[in-house]
């Protein structure tokens, strides 16, 4: 068991320079972090027109308390200015250059993925223009969605208060499901991008072992990298300014290769399984 294990990753590992993942990755993160903001700015203005601009701040705040602090604290001003400056033509503008930069994000990552599985896009560029339209979108819905129960929170908190004897315990309730419900988020959202975004559709039986390790080791990593910068990084030194920026950067890209690693993992399972002389 212990050989077999230790075959698959390093095959898997020398996959991910064969098929130029350490690229790829910088790509990723590139495209991540370039719509970040005009998907905060189009989450805003959707968020206001389905009739609570409230919203996006609240769902920002949640995803600023359950990420590494040391990561998103340099980024909080500049976020919070993003959430809070008036603009016109939020829902055009917003949702034009979202769809550009957001959307290459996610062609990035079906390039990535395709290449871990070994796969050659057959389809046409509007087939999959519009896939990556569809995943922007199924996002922020996935996102607002998320904000509605964020506010809804302290609403069924005050009734079980008022209607249920001895529910005070329900804030540390809330407290510790939140951690929970943003890895199923996350878990979900990283399933549907290794079913739907390659050039093939897999089992799902095919896909749960590289998705979970790619969360496990996010996990791991999101530790591990905020306690690196909050005892023996030295981003401001280098990078003066732009340290926050890097600092994201570099963990964004991390993730994108772990990602893309764990493609990686799935293709030598499913290459072990059908038999040494496939492989």
Do not use: C
Not at 90 to 114: K, M, Q
Request: aromatic share 12%.
């Amino acid at each position: 068991m212990l050989a077999a294990t230790w075959s698959v990753f390093a095959e898997a590992f020398a996959r991910l320079f064969a098929d130029e993942a350490v690229p790829l990755a910088g790509n990723i993160a590139y495209r991540i972090l370039l719509s970040a903001f005009p998907f905060l700015i189009f989450l805003t203005a959707l968020a206001g027109f389905v009739g609570d601009e409230h919203l996006a701040e609240a769902l920002v705040n949640y995803l600023l308390s359950i990420a590494p602090s040391d990561i998103v604290s340099p980024l909080v001003p500049e976020i919070e200015n993003v959430l809070t400056r008036q603009r016109g033509g939020l829902l055009s503008i917003g949702v034009l250059l979202t769809l550009w930069t957001a959307s290459g994000g996610v062609d990035s990552v079906r390039v990535g993925l395709n290449r871990a599985y070994d796969l050659k896009e057959r389809r046409s560029a509007i087939r999959l223009f519009a896939q990556n339209i569809l995943f922007v979108f199924a996002g922020a819905a996935v996102l607002i969605a998320v904000a509605f129960l964020i506010v809804l929170a302290p609403v069924i908190r005050a009734l079980m208060y008022k209607y249920i004897p001895g529910a005070d315990h329900v804030p540390e309730l809330y407290d510790a499901v939140r951690y929970p419900f943003a890895l199923a988020v996350l878990v979900i959202g990283l399933v549907m991008a290794h079913l739907f975004l390659p050039a093939r559709i897999r089992p799902l039986r095919d896909l749960w072992p590289g998705v979970a390790f790619t969360v496990a080791i996010w996990i791991v990593m999101a530790w591990s990298y905020s306690v690196y910068l909050g005892r023996f990084a030295s981003f401001a030194s280098t990078y003066a300014g732009l340290a926050g920026i890097m600092a994201a950067m570099i963990f964004v890209y991390l993730g994108a290769l772990i990602m893309i690693f764990g493609g990686e993992i799935n293709r030598a399972i499913r290459l072990r399984r059908r038999g040494p002389e496939t492989r």
